[in-house]
């Protein structure tokens, strides 16, 4: 088989910093045969000032247009010219054999899609993370996506992939075509909807571990799914009710889907409100007896000398002694050596 070609694309909008470490980590792959595409829809200039430093990076530059994922990653399919056509996000950075791995997959000519592990926390806790990703879609239109960055397992075909680290061959999409731009705002279930468009029209998709990137998001880390604001929740809402009713139609068992995972995060925010409403009472609580705690201790002369305790350096002493006794020459070697001499 001859050696595939592969368009790397990065979609970026105003994070130039992370962008620059995004694409060195690319341009580091030693596979020869890639190039890389950068789709910027940046407010400013900044991103298109790193790019030009890039000359072999391909640059296309989207202008006011906002929450536009599925049009951005399109813009880049027009511009690419590889067989396999990989899409990273720009704060996801490709760990060493990243790309390896993906041409390695694609040389199974029923693979139309790859996705890899996304790493979430630093070494070695992700490391900790083990057994086989849950990645599946339910007749009812649940979409099921669980531990992404499990490590120890080897290939497994599912049915989508993370879209921060996934990849198609060209031929699939252009039997299947591109990314829906009815997926707005968050953008949520853009690539969930190509990966089901990939399973119905017969081609498979695989999960590898190898295939990893390392993606810090900010909103995950900062913002948990319930405290974002508003608006992203309806996106999310939006978003997956639209890929049930278009793919399993509008029929009791989609509803009733749609509505169970309704009740589970229903579930999970009346359970935050609860953990937040005591750990407000309990700090509360904290700062009255704390309040107890530093009178008594105004008060008391033998509470205030307790607090400052005199540190027993007996055993830093006998450290000292046991290193200089070993370290130091024996009198009886000096007399020694002083009469040799």
């Given at each position: 088989m001859k050696d595939l070609f592969v368009s790397i694309i990065i979609i970026t909008r105003n994070r130039p910093f992370l962008l620059r470490h995004c694409i060195e980590r690319v341009l580091s792959q030693p596979y020869p045969h890639k190039e890389i595409i950068v789709v910027d829809s940046s407010s400013n200039d900044e991103s298109e000032q790193v790019v030009a430093k890039y000359p072999a990076v391909i640059s296309v530059r989207l202008r006011g247009q906002h929450n536009n994922m599925?049009?951005?990653?399109?813009?880049?399919?027009?511009?690419?010219?590889?067989?396999?056509?990989?899409?990273?996000?720009?704060?996801?950075?490709?760990?060493?054999?990243?790309?390896?791995?993906?041409v390695k997959t694609y040389q199974d000519e029923t693979i139309g899609a790859v996705g890899g592990r996304v790493i979430e926390m630093p070494e070695p806790y992700c490391d900790e993370i083990r057994g086989s990703p849950a990645m599946f879609i339910k007749p009812s239109g649940r979409?099921?996506?669980k531990d992404r960055g499990a490590s120890g397992m080897?290939?497994?075909?599912?049915?989508?992939?993370?879209?921060?680290?996934?990849?198609?061959r060209r031929e699939?999409?252009?039997?299947?075509?591109?990314?829906?731009?009815?997926?707005?705002?968050?953008?949520?279930?853009?690539?969930?909807?190509?990966?089901?468009?990939?399973?119905?029209?017969g081609w498979r998709i695989m999960f590898v571990p190898t295939m990893a990137v390392v993606h810090f998001s900010f909103r995950a880390i900062y913002k948990p799914y319930f405290l974002q604001r508003p608006l992203c929740q309806f996106s999310t809402g939006r978003n997956s009710m639209y890929l049930a009713i278009k793919h399993f139609g509008l029929k009791p068992r989609t509803l009733a889907g749609q509505l169970i995972d309704t009740g589970k995060?229903?579930?999970?925010?009346?359970?935050?409100?609860?953990?937040?409403?005591?750990?407000?009472?309990?700090?509360?609580?904290?700062?009255?007896?704390?309040?107890?705690?530093?009178?008594?201790?105004?008060?008391?002369?033998?509470?205030?000398?307790?607090?400052?305790?005199?540190?027993?350096?007996?055993?830093?002493?006998?450290?000292?002694l046991v290193f200089t006794s070993v370290t130091a020459p024996s009198n009886s070697l000096i007399e020694d050596k002083e009469g040799r001499i």
């Open positions: 599925p049009q951005a990653r399109n813009a880049g399919l027009g511009a690419s010219s590889g067989d396999i056509l990989a899409f990273v996000d720009d704060d996801a950075m490709v760990q060493p054999g990243w790309l390896a791995a993906l979409v099921i996506l080897g290939d497994l075909e599912v049915d989508h992939i993370p879209g921060c680290n996934m990849s198609f699939v999409l252009e039997q299947v075509g591109g990314f829906d731009p009815n997926y707005t705002l968050t953008n949520s279930r853009e690539e969930t909807d190509l990966c089901i468009r990939v399973k119905k029209a995060s229903f579930g999970r925010a009346v359970y935050l409100t609860l953990l937040f409403t005591t750990g407000l009472v309990a700090h509360m609580a904290g700062r009255i007896v704390g309040l107890g705690v530093g009178i008594l201790w105004l008060m008391s002369s033998r509470r205030r000398a307790v607090s400052n305790p005199k540190v027993n350096w007996s055993c830093q002493a006998a450290r000292d």
